[in-house]
């Protein structure tokens, strides 16, 4: 896994503002990714997915983006209330080339919601 | 409910001693998977196992061990093997097959060396 520092990278806003949240990836092999939610001291929720053959895909006050020429993954949240309030993480899959079934996570994004 | 549990949701272990982290999920997952996190950091996976009775080492699978013996079963044992186990460890499960889908996670245990 990659080396990471203790300081996440943290996005504040203000609530009712829109979000974006960036995640760079590194294999162009990768065919699916993942955003997740995790709050503090809690497992990571799903919030969406998009496969490698779609560039965007939307889901309730959210949308995925995918830019496979730069490898570049955003998520973009609506209206940002104080429950959006946690890390993100982006999550990708890297078969086939390696055979491995199982996903690889990025470092995190800490998102604060300001009232 | 459908879902994953994991126990206990904190651990104390003492140094030189093995420790053994519990997961199972009822939803009929065949996919089973264990990450560890460290604070400010994201997940790394330790093992994971597509089906039963077959498992694979991830990232960081020194001084840890896995079984798989049913489906709805995959408990993680820290040994005293593992140089720095305090840490949360995250247990997932998915549908597995030929391609990945994505992951529900457990709530996680803390384990805390003393």
């Known amino acids: 896994g990659e080396s990471v520092g203790l300081h996440l990278p943290t996005l504040s806003v203000q609530e009712g503002d829109n979000s974006i949240i960036n995640c760079a990836y590194s294999?162009?092999?990768?065919?699916?990714f993942i955003w997740y939610k995790q709050e503090s001291g809690k497992g990571p929720q799903f919030i969406i997915d998009?496969?490698?053959?779609?560039d965007k895909r939307q889901g309730q006050r959210v949308t995925v983006l995918l830019n496979k020429t730069v490898k570049h993954l955003s998520l973009q949240i609506a209206a940002t209330q104080p429950g959006d309030s946690a890390v993100y993480f982006c999550?990708?899959?890297?078969?086939?080339?390696?055979?491995?079934?199982?996903?690889?996570f990025g470092s995190g994004t800490r998102l604060q919601v300001q009232p | 409910d459908g879902g994953i549990t994991q126990s206990p949701k904190y651990l104390f272990r003492k140094e030189g001693q093995n420790v053994t982290l519990s997961c199972e999920q009822n939803?009929?997952?065949?996919?089973m998977y264990w990450y560890r996190q460290d604070p400010g950091q994201g997940l790394r996976l330790i093992y994971y196992?597509?089906?039963?009775?077959?498992?694979q080492k991830g990232d960081i699978a020194e001084g840890y061990s896995v079984s798989r013996e049913k489906k709805e079963s995959f408990p993680l044992t820290v040994t005293s093997a593992q140089k720095n186990p305090t840490a949360f460890y995250l247990c997932?499960?998915?549908?597995?097959?030929?391609?990945?889908?994505?992951?529900?996670f457990g709530q996680g245990t803390r384990l805390t060396v003393v």
């Open positions: 997932a499960s998915s549908r597995g097959g030929q391609g990945v889908t994505f992951a529900f």
């Open positions: 294999n162009s092999a990768s065919d699916y």
């Open positions: 998009i496969r490698s053959n779609m």
């Open positions: 999550a990708e899959n890297i078969t086939p080339d390696t055979g491995r079934r199982a996903l690889t």
């Open positions: 939803l009929n997952h065949d996919a």
């Open positions: 196992s597509q089906i039963v009775n077959d498992f």
